[in-house]
């Protein structure tokens, strides 16, 4: 059994978001990258950006000020 | 072939066109279903293609920016979209069918509709505009240039209505995108729809609309958006609130492509050739007998079209004849737009439309005017 660790998930409200949002992340060198959301957020389909939970305030503070959009945010064990 | 059709689509491609289409063939998934690569390259393929046509029309953000399968389903979105039952709608004489169509369709599900006409070179009778707004009115739909006339709509005397009565502004960019300026908050703009495969010179089968943050439309269509599954309703934000179902990632790569030479070339440098080229044409022609040009007689208030008719020739017989004996494709008939053919008085005979590309060359035009010429020695 593998072995699951806190992990943190932000989630978007568009495919577009979520795009705007890595766009930048990488020109940034930012930590994470895009996963499918995870069932524990919803049970739907879609992007979220997943990180270490210390990158927090780094990658959210960096896409605020470019402008970017998100949804919501989660700590979860994965 | 001398072709000179491009108001139809533009044959030549720039050549950034062709590559970025085999590129997205051989690496692009489905964009927003899924997280591997192959639907990651897709999804930064078209969202970086949305950013360039948002900075092409000075749109807010890319995400104002939806794509369709071209300018007719961007305008069946907004047209069905916007006005319903008991609203009243303001259009023009100048339209192409894919804007006149919808509108006949909600005249009987009880949408009210008035046309602004033309004067006989086609030019918008500007003044009757404000007599025609009533209590119930809810937007202006205009092109923003006829695709039979080229005669270019003067927005800024649309927009002193629409601003000053409080009416959505919905501009059909068919024929101008790529070529004309395009600045949608400037211009008071809340819906701007375009074709890809025109003036852009990407590959048929894109489109899209802008839509201005605050302005609410009902999509047409609904279905697969590859979030929110579980949702009844189809996800309301934008762009993805009026894409449902796999978008044609192939062809929007390809704008892209497009979108790239048209930055390098400069569509002010591209307007002018055209403009030059028909210049040419035009003075070479005019003293043909029996020859009627349409449109405003100042070239610079149309975009690259000239259209016209010799004595009371059928125009399908002018096009057939150019092509057969000379290998020269235009387009004749009504264009798609009957009521722009009442106002010219052209409805029997349609007209003979020629629409230059900037990779067009001096000798193409010439020889164009010198079969002109024969054609009405015969």
Redesign the interface.
């Known amino acids: 059994m593998r072995m699951k660790k806190k992990t943190w998930i932000l989630t978007f409200e568009s495919t577009t978001q979520a795009m705007a949002a890595e766009k930048y992340a990488m020109e940034q060198n930012l930590p994470g990258r895009l996963i499918p959301i995870p069932r524990e957020i919803t049970a739907g389909c879609g992007l979220s950006w997943k990180a270490v939970p210390e990158a927090r305030d780094e990658i959210l503070t960096a896409l605020e000020k470019a402008g970017c959009h998100w949804e919501g945010e989660y700590i979860l064990e994965l | 072939m001398i072709y000179l059709d491009n108001a139809a689509t533009s044959l030549q491609k720039p050549k950034e066109v062709e590559e970025a289409v085999i590129r997205a063939f051989h690496t692009m998934g489905n964009?927003?279903?899924?997280?591997h690569e192959a639907t990651?390259q897709a999804?930064?393929c078209?969202?970086?293609v949305?950013e360039q046509l948002a900075e092409l029309f000075h749109a807010e953000?890319?995400?104002r920016i939806a794509f369709t399968s071209n300018a007719t389903e961007a305008l069946n979105t907004a047209i069905f979209g916007l006005f319903h039952k008991g609203d009243h709608v303001i259009t023009t004489v100048c339209e192409h069918n894919s804007v006149l169509r919808p509108l006949y369709r909600l005249q009987e599900e009880g949408v009210e509709v008035s046309f602004l006409s033309a004067d006989e070179n086609g030019v918008l009778e500007y003044e009757k505009l404000p007599e025609l707004v009533r209590e119930n009115t809810k937007g202006i739909v205009i092109t923003h240039a006829s695709n039979l006339t080229g005669n270019i709509t003067d927005l800024e005397r649309i927009r002193e209505v629409t601003e000053s009565r409080d009416l959505l502004l919905v501009v059909d960019g068919s024929q101008t995108a790529g070529i004309l300026p395009v600045d949608v908050q400037k211009q008071g703009i809340d819906i701007f729809c375009f074709t890809g495969h025109k003036g852009l010179l990407g590959p048929q089968g894109t489109g899209g609309l802008y839509v201005r943050p605050g302005v609410e439309i009902c999509p047409l269509k609904v279905g697969g958006s590859?979030?929110?599954?579980?949702?009844r309703e189809h996800?309301k934000?934008?762009?993805?609130h009026l894409e449902a179902g796999t978008m044609n990632v192939h062809g929007i790569a390809g704008l892209g492509g497009a979108l790239d030479y048209l930055k390098k070339k400069g569509t002010k440098e591209i307007l002018q050739r055209e403009r030059q080229l028909l210049r040419r044409l035009e003075e070479q022609i005019r003293e043909i007998p029996g020859i009627r040009l349409y449109g405003d007689p100042d070239g610079n208030r149309r975009v690259g079209i000239l259209s016209f008719n010799i004595g009371e020739e059928d125009s399908a017989y002018v096009a057939d004849w150019l092509y057969e004996e000379h290998g020269i494709a235009v387009r004749a008939g009504a264009h798609c737009a009957p009521l722009m053919h009442q106002t010219l008085g052209t409805k029997e005979q349609g007209a003979v439309r020629i629409s230059v590309s900037h990779w067009n060359t001096e000798k193409e035009v010439d020889r164009t005017a010198e079969a002109l010429w024969e054609l009405s020695e015969i």
């Open positions: 964009p927003g279903r899924g997280a990651l999804g930064r078209v969202y970086q949305r953000k890319g995400e590859g979030i929110h599954s579980f949702d996800p934000a934008m762009p993805e």
